[in-house]
């Protein structure tokens, strides 16, 4: 029997042929390689865990001789609207006589470099984040090259950008702004055809995927369908930071209804005008969408959980990391950065790991997720039971100090972490009680961390380490002109939104931002590119030590417990190389043999977003 792709094949050929002229250029894109059709229907080898690279974007940096077209890019005014192959005043002269582009663009020729300092400069004319990333998407929606190559040239300045804290208010209203589908929408009414929805994605090798179900987006709440900037802007930071190619991104976002009122009464929300589903109707839906994710895709597809609320993230991450290949960010990868950044502040506070008493505000997914890491890389460093390290870890929820009186009340999530005490309900009694060295706030409420508590801190510490965790910006529970005003300049700070550097008393503060961007790209491009089937809990230890390496005396001078966004894809490249070692000395990777140099394989595999010559 003739294959699908075949068959397609030779239906486009001959509805081509009819069109005549000026999609010539196609099909002298297609059969300029004799082979292309018998590559594109057995596969081939490629890089970055065997997935096929139908466009040589795996290996990008080195020299093309034909083009990269194989199939279904056209020529003339198509070419011109394919995002993936545009390059817009960039094509060549003799490009726009061979690809009929002559009269569809003016007669000047710029380079990319001209076009990014031209982009640039009517961005930075835009007063307004979120007029900002609109005028981001529709880059990436018009020239994917050129929106990549801006956002790895200028990281600092584009990440806020399309990544926290403005991609909050853009899922915040993303209905209104919504144009083009940049990911799969699946909701309840698609129960029974998720195979089919899946098969209806354009791109076939998909490497990862990030889904969410908007119940919890940043710390903004129930977003419903409008949680898809979600997906979107982590999918971009994989690419750029982590260097995975576009194309083998997609973006889902689970429809199962909205429990917020303001969205149900609004009659342009796009999504499902019901309340969500819950119970054994969430999870048969779920279920039936990790089975056709594996179906479709196969074992070795990254399928990374973001923004699910309490009561689902960790019973999905659970119930699912023993039979796909799965990564829990808000759990796994803000615990990952955070213990990242603790790692690299020992320089700065002394002892270890296991010196030290960490009291958290906040004992959700993120809060839970990071103490569970923290003291699994206590029991590592001491070799002693995780339960024991445990115990110099406490938490703060809404009701107070989680304490072992509290027992029959707790979600099963925070048991660990019930320890014996005497029960106060303020997080300021909490410190006077505990006395930590490490305050970390995970509870999505801004203006938690007081000026009582973080004089508090001063006074218990010549040196408190204060994180403030929650996004988006207004969330943060303290500002770093807080932290370091009312410690007198003695904090270490970090949040994971970006601040400015701060003055105070003739020196300036610089704080860090203990942001999950650090870690994801390069875990994900670490898996990847060792064709790993499973996650392990030591894969996230190997990548926050990993980071925490790349933080110098220098930036620890200026009070940096992480190192620049400018340097990320190097990070990433060495994340990545400590993640796959650990994946092959655990058995669980699938590319073999293993590479010789690690990190130089993280870098060959690395999408860049530089134009090629088309013939």
């Not at 001078?557 to 070692?581: H, M, Q, T, W």
């Not at 870098?603 to 860049?608: A, P, T």
Request: charged share 20%; aromatic share 8%; hydrophobic share 40%.
């Amino acid at each position: 029997m003739m294959s699908f792709n075949r068959l397609h094949f030779l239906r486009l050929f001959v509805s081509l042929k009819a069109k005549g002229g000026r999609q010539k250029g196609l099909i002298r894109g297609i059969m300029g390689n004799g082979n292309a059709l018998d590559e594109m229907t057995q596969g081939s080898k490629g890089v970055a865990g065997g997935v096929q690279d139908v466009y040589g974007e795996d290996s990008a940096t080195e020299a093309q001789h034909i083009t990269p077209w194989t199939v279904s890019v056209a020529s003339g005014y198509t070419l011109l609207r394919d995002p993936h192959h545009n390059k817009g005043l960039a094509f060549t002269e003799k490009e726009r006589d061979a690809h009929y582009l002559r009269g569809l663009l003016p007669p000047a020729v710029l380079s990319q470099e001209l076009q990014e300092k031209k982009f640039l400069a009517t961005l930075r004319q835009y007063q307004v984040p979120l007029q900002k990333y609109m005028a981001m998407m529709d880059l990436q929606e018009r020239n994917e090259k050129l929106f990549y190559k801006l956002l790895i040239d200028h990281v600092e300045e584009m990440l806020p950008l399309v990544y926290t804290p403005t991609v909050g208010e853009a899922c915040q209203k993303y209905g209104s702004i919504f144009k083009r589908p940049q990911g799969l929408f699946i909701s309840l009414k698609d129960k029974g055809k998720i195979l089919e929805i899946l098969k209806n994605w354009p791109e076939r090798n998909i490497q990862v995927i990030v889904v969410t179900d908007g119940e919890r987006i940043l710390g903004l709440g129930d977003l419903g369908c409008q949680g898809m900037g979600i997906p979107v802007g982590k999918l971009s930071l994989y690419t750029a930071l982590g260097g995975v190619r576009p194309s083998a991104c997609l973006p889902i976002t689970l429809d199962v209804g909205t429990n917020n009122e303001a969205l149900l009464n609004d009659e342009f929300y796009i999504g499902l005008k019901q309340n969500r589903a819950t119970g054994e109707e969430y999870a048969e839906f779920v279920h039936e969408f990790m089975s056709a994710v594996k179906q479709n895709y196969g074992e070795k597809i990254l399928i990374q959980f973001e923004d699910f609320a309490n009561h689902n993230a960790f019973e999905l991450l659970e119930k699912y990391r023993k039979t796909h290949l799965v990564f829990n960010d808000d759990i796994q990868g803000t615990a990952s950065v955070v213990l990242a950044g603790l790692i690299a502040s020992l320089k700065l506070l002394g002892g270890n790991l296991a010196d030290h008493t960490f009291l958290f505000l906040g004992a959700g997914e993120a809060g839970t997720g990071i103490a569970e890491l923290i003291a699994r890389e206590m029991s590592k460093k001491t070799n002693a039971p995780v339960e024991e390290m445990r115990k110099k870890i406490w938490l703060v929820d809404s009701k107070g100090l989680v304490v072992s009186s509290r027992k029959k009340s707790l979600q099963s999530f925070k048991l660990p972490w019930a320890h014996e005490s005497e029960p106060v309900t303020t997080l300021i009694e909490a410190v006077q009680t505990i006395r930590p060295t490490v305050l970390i706030g995970t509870s999505g409420k801004g203006k938690t961390f007081t000026k009582e508590v973080v004089e508090a801190m001063s006074s218990i510490n010549s040196k408190p380490l204060i994180l403030a965790l929650s996004n988006p910006t207004s969330q943060s529970e303290c500002t770093a002109e807080e932290a370091y005003t009312w410690s007198q300049g003695r904090a270490t700070f970090a949040s994971g939104s970006p601040f400015d550097p701060v003055e105070y008393e003739g020196h300036t503060f610089v704080p860090g931002q203990a942001n999950n961007a650090y870690i994801f790209p390069g875990f994900g491009l670490g898996l990847i590119m060792c064709g790993a089937i499973r996650v392990h809990d030591d894969m996230l230890l190997a990548a926050s030590e990993a980071l925490a390496s790349q933080v110098t005396e220098e930036h620890l001078a200026n009070g940096l417990i992480y190192p620049p966004y400018k340097d990320i894809r190097n990070i990433s490249a060495n994340i990545a190389a400590k993640v796959a070692e650990k994946a092959y000395e655990l058995g669980l990777a699938s590319r073999l043999p293993q590479p010789e140099n690690l990190v130089k394989f993280a870098e060959s595999c690395m999408y860049s977003p530089i134009y090629r010559s088309y013939r």
